[in-house]
């Protein structure tokens, strides 16, 4: 399958590799907050800085399976949720460069698809939203068991 598609990777979760022509990342969104709890005191108010809560990323992607497959990155994806495998999310770049986002876990899987074929029943359009939960370096899970290679699905 790599054969036929030499370039184009944009983004690595685990084994599932979303390329340009396959299952194509449409937008990514980035999400995390921090705690401020506010404590007054006799000159007003005290601020404490505790902590960031669990950083977010979203990716939607699009394909059209019929035409540019994409459903192999899909059925990765959807078998790293069910197992809720910890798995590096890296954004690739051009001569193979890339930017490690961290370990990760597929919190949320949302699918809709779109005119199904008439003979095999899958949508001519399929959109996919991924909820990524990114672990701190910290986090329990990193030390765990289900930690999964780039290489394949799972170990």
């Known amino acids: 399958m790599s054969a036929l598609r030499p370039n184009g990777a944009l983004i690595s979760i685990g084994g599932a590799i979303l390329y340009t022509v396959g299952l194509n990342p449409q937008r990514i969104s980035y999400s995390s907050t921090a705690r401020f709890p506010i404590h007054p005191v006799q000159a007003g108010f005290r601020t404490q800085a505790t902590g960031v809560d669990p950083e977010r990323v979203t990716i939607e992607a699009q394909t059209f399976p019929h035409v ?27 001569n193979y460069l890339g930017e490690s986002g961290g370990l990760c876990v597929i919190e949320t899987i949302d699918t809709d698809e779109e005119r199904l074929h008439p003979f095999d029943g899958v949508g001519r359009q399929v959109d996919v939203s991924l909820g990524l939960l990114m672990l701190p370096a910290t986090s329990a899970l990193n030390g765990g068991a289900k930690i999964v290679s780039l290489g394949g699905i799972i170990r």
């Open 68 to 94: 540019v497959g994409g459903l192999d990155s899909y059925a990765i994806l959807r078998a790293l949720h069910r197992s809720q495998a910890v798995v590096p999310y890296i954004r690739l770049r051009g």
